[in-house]
DNA sequence: CCCGCTACTCACCGATTGGTGACAGCGGGA
DNA sequence: TCCCGCTGTCACCAATCGGTGAGTAGCGGG
């Protein structure tokens, strides 16, 4: 048997900081997961590793291999978390506006996006992702992500049906892109196209850009 | 003194290619740029680097910081042949159309763009680039994309005014901003926002879409 | 013919990556 | 009380990264 006493003295610090963690797995996988959502939404998908999570985890990386499988499994329970995004962004009334016709609607709704992108980080992320790489693991997110979007929509639209004549889900579509790659390009380079997209007055001038294309198509 | 020939046997595969490099420090300098553009273009900035270079164009990462100082200098270089970009994309006439209105001439370059950048991976990879980073040789490389497409834009523009009672640069700002997501979307997963990027006939429906947002705003 | 300049290659460095096996320590059940 | 299982830690692995210093190979001019 060795000695306990000389290994324990050999420790950095030992004794140093009085909160040892508890063990309790539940406690640590929420850690696990937090970091990791913290840590995509501040880093990005850069730096987003098994090594980078574990240390901002504040844990051993072997806990992520065990209790997610691998940074697959890490990155399938972010997926899964998302499904709670839409829940908390739906307003419970229209904000005092009667959304009388589609076009009401999707102005609304393209403001709305807009807002609710640009401050979610982590959902911008996602997004860069999605759009820099192809495979498997980001496939699988994407896919969480564009469901949960979908269901936003959905619930939002409520039982407004889009005028005839126009195909609404390229409409959107189209819509919905140039929205994403504002956000997008407001938080990396603060510009696209010309257009800077740094100060709130910025940020008026496209909305009012953005609500006049709205308007172009549904009147 | 020391026994060449025993050292050439020990080569693998000596003499087996019988093209040997030609020492010509300007054909490697231009390998080396094209190694690079075709890595970026083929295999996406997330495996950019200096022995991935390197190992494309054949050569030593040595050369690379000798002749380039580094990636920095070689992603310089990227962007300054980036230049070529618009004088390739613009065509001679209109394409038989005359383009009375601002909103003829925007129905077009966004078509034109759209198939442009449809057409170019390495600018959507450097486009996917921005997005994703911010460091400071995306910001330089960003800065010539930008400055090449707002080039184009002009060149392209020609001397026709834009309507008045319309932000035109933020209006054209959201347009450019949903025709690059689309081809990144296209390009990365397919789809975008729930509609489907890939056959021939999608497209058709996208670029109707578009058509319809520009004649929307433009009338 | 040889020498020197230059294009080029190689070997090595420390750091970091994803991944795995072994071990320590606590706690509950037999 | 002993022991097994679960939680957590640590040490180590091969591979790759960017980066550098030293040395080789070949062409051209004297």
Redesign the interface.
């Known amino acids: 048997m060795l000695d306990e006493a000389v290994k324990l003295e050999s420790l950095p610090e030992a004794g140093g900081e009085p909160e040892r963690r508890v063990r309790d797995r539940g406690a640590t996988e929420r850690a696990i997961l937090a970091a990791a959502k913290g840590l995509l939404a501040e880093e990005?998908?850069?730096n987003f590793g098994i090594n980078a999570v574990a240390r901002r985890a504040g844990c051993d990386k072997q806990l992520i291999y065990r209790y997610y499988g691998g940074l697959d499994g890490l990155v399938e329970a972010i997926g899964a978390d998302l499904g709670t995004w839409v829940k908390d962004r739906i307003p419970e009334d229209t904000g005092g506006m009667f959304l009388l016709t589609y076009g009401d609607l999707m102005e609304r709704l393209s403001l709305l996006l807009l807002d609710a992108l640009r401050n979610d980080p982590l959902m911008r992320r996602i997004l860069?992702?999605?759009?820099?790489?192809?495979t498997e693991q980001v496939?699988r997110l994407?896919e969480a992500r564009?469901k949960a979007?979908?269901l936003w929509l959905e619930r939002m639209r409520g039982s407004l049906a889009p005028p005839k004549g126009?195909?609404a889900?390229?409409?959107?579509?189209?819509?919905?892109?140039?929205i994403?790659?504002?956000v997008?390009?407001a938080a990396?380079?603060g510009?696209?196209?010309?257009?800077s997209l740094k100060t709130s007055k910025d940020w008026e001038?496209?909305a009012?850009?953005?609500k006049?294309?709205v308007?172009?198509?549904y009147g």
Chains 1, 2 share one sequence.
Do not use: M, P, Y
């Open positions: 990005g998908f850069q860069a992702w999605e759009i820099s790489e192809n496939r994407s564009s979007l979908a126009v195909d889900a390229a409409v959107n579509a189209v819509i919905i892109a140039a994403q790659h504002l997008l390009a990396s380079g510009q696209c196209a010309g257009l001038k496209t009012t850009a953005l006049r294309i308007r172009g198509v």
